[in-house]
């Protein structure tokens, strides 16, 4: 399951996570801050904006490459671009020194935190297992441009595979379609697939004319399939498959190049040879 569907609206699980064990960490901390007189709501609101902060911060920090000439793209949180290790660390530092400043708060900001990051440590790790249980390139009906039946496992050949789910109407796809583009070019060692979710090729055709769009692979999923396999309930939502075929990252939302690029750090560093490095080297 990589998301979870509201009505029109789709959250990512792993978002879905965080919210939910800071309402965890409210309840608890509601409870035994009540018991002791000391409320600690704000405290929490505090510690969880803290965190996601240093976590923006981490990751732009991390993928400042990417960034550069986009200056409004670093606070464009829209890309999912977030480094969760930072962020955990500036929580408990945070965290420690208020408990430190604050005695009368330590035992139920202490309760509170343990049991939120429990609930996202145990949440998580399920939702990763059931995950791996994904083997193998999903095996649904799709068609080239001309409406001709094509195998997945025949483009992946080997190699990993950047499966993205999108469609027309789509804004978030339009917008991130560049990036795709480029990427596609820059990396000859990965195959990207571009599979439409429930149009017609001529709608599809018409749409990359208009954009300018030279892309590999496009196809057609008529049905929607790709999605309901892979429990996706959003638009855009990338796949990421190494070269065995498994899952081992997605990517619900936008991507812009530093997303793209930390999810493409789960492949084999093999694949990862730029092409204006492999030139490079031929020369």
Same mark, same amino acid.
């Given at each position: 399951?990589?998301?979870?569907?509201?009505?029109?609206?789709?959250?990512?699980?792993?978002?879905?996570?965080?919210?939910?064990?800071?309402?965890?960490?409210?309840?608890? =901390?509601? %409870?035994?801050? *009540?018991?002791? +007189?000391?409320?600690?709501?704000?405290? #929490?609101?505090?510690?969880? @904006?803290? !965190?996601?902060?240093?976590?923006?911060?981490?990751?732009?920090?991390?993928?400042?490459?990417?960034?550069?000439?986009?200056?409004? =793209?670093? %606070?464009?949180? *829209?890309?999912? +671009?977030?480094?969760?290790?930072?962020? #955990?660390?500036?929580?408990? @530092?945070? !965290?420690?020194?208020?408990?430190?400043?604050?005695?009368?708060?330590?035992?139920?900001?202490?309760?509170?935190?343990?049991?939120?990051?429990?609930?996202?440590?145990?949440?998580? +790790?399920?939702?990763?297992?059931?995950?791996?249980?994904?083997?193998?390139?999903?095996?649904?009906?799709?068609?080239?441009?001309?409406?001709?039946?094509?195998?997945?496992?025949?483009?992946?050949?080997?190699?990993?595979?950047?499966?993205?789910?999108?469609?027309?109407?789509?804004?978030?796809?339009?917008?991130?379609?560049?990036?795709?583009?480029?990427?596609?070019?820059?990396?000859?060692?990965?195959?990207?697939?571009?599979?439409?979710?429930?149009?017609?090729?001529?709608?599809?055709?018409?749409?990359?004319?208009?954009?300018?769009?030279?892309?590999?692979?496009?196809?057609?999923?008529?049905?929607?399939?790709?999605?309901?396999?892979?429990?996706?309930?959003?638009?855009?939502?990338?796949?990421?498959?190494?070269?065995?075929?498994?899952?081992?990252?997605?990517?619900?939302?936008?991507?812009?190049?530093?997303?793209?690029?930390?999810?493409?750090?789960?492949?084999?560093?093999?694949?990862?040879?730029?092409?204006?490095?492999?030139?490079?080297?031929?020369?």
């Amino acid at each position: 399951m990589l998301s979870v569907g509201v009505g029109p609206v789709s959250f990512s699980i792993g978002h879905l996570l965080l919210v939910l064990a800071f309402i965890v960490a409210l309840i608890v =901390g509601g %409870i035994t801050g *009540r018991k002791h +007189g000391t409320p600690i709501a704000g405290t #929490l609101a505090d510690i969880f @904006v803290v !965190a996601m902060l240093s976590a923006r911060i981490g990751f732009v920090i991390r993928y400042y490459e990417h960034y550069q000439g986009d200056w409004l =793209g670093m %606070i464009d949180i *829209r890309d999912g +671009g977030f480094n969760m290790v930072t962020g #955990l660390v500036a929580a408990i @530092v945070f !965290a420690g020194f208020l408990m430190w400043r604050r005695a009368s708060s330590r035992r139920a900001l202490g309760t509170a935190m343990a049991a939120g990051l429990l609930t996202w440590g145990l949440t998580g +790790g399920a939702i990763q297992l059931i995950n791996q249980q994904l083997k193998g390139l999903p095996e649904v009906a799709l068609t080239d441009l001309n409406e001709q039946p094509v195998d997945l496992s025949a483009i992946a050949n080997g190699q990993p595979t950047v499966v993205n789910l999108w469609a027309t109407w789509c804004p978030p796809c339009i917008r991130e379609m560049p990036v795709l583009e480029e990427a596609q070019k820059r990396y000859p060692g990965i195959n990207f697939v571009f599979a439409n979710q429930g149009e017609h090729p001529e709608t599809i055709q018409r749409f990359l004319s208009e954009q300018k769009l030279n892309l590999h692979h496009v196809l057609s999923d008529r049905q929607g399939q790709f999605g309901r396999v892979t429990g996706s309930h959003g638009l855009p939502t990338t796949l990421f498959y190494n070269a065995e075929g498994n899952l081992v990252d997605s990517h619900m939302g936008e991507l812009s190049r530093a997303s793209l690029a930390r999810s493409l750090e789960r492949f084999d560093p093999q694949f990862l040879v730029a092409y204006d490095e492999a030139v490079g080297y031929a020369e």
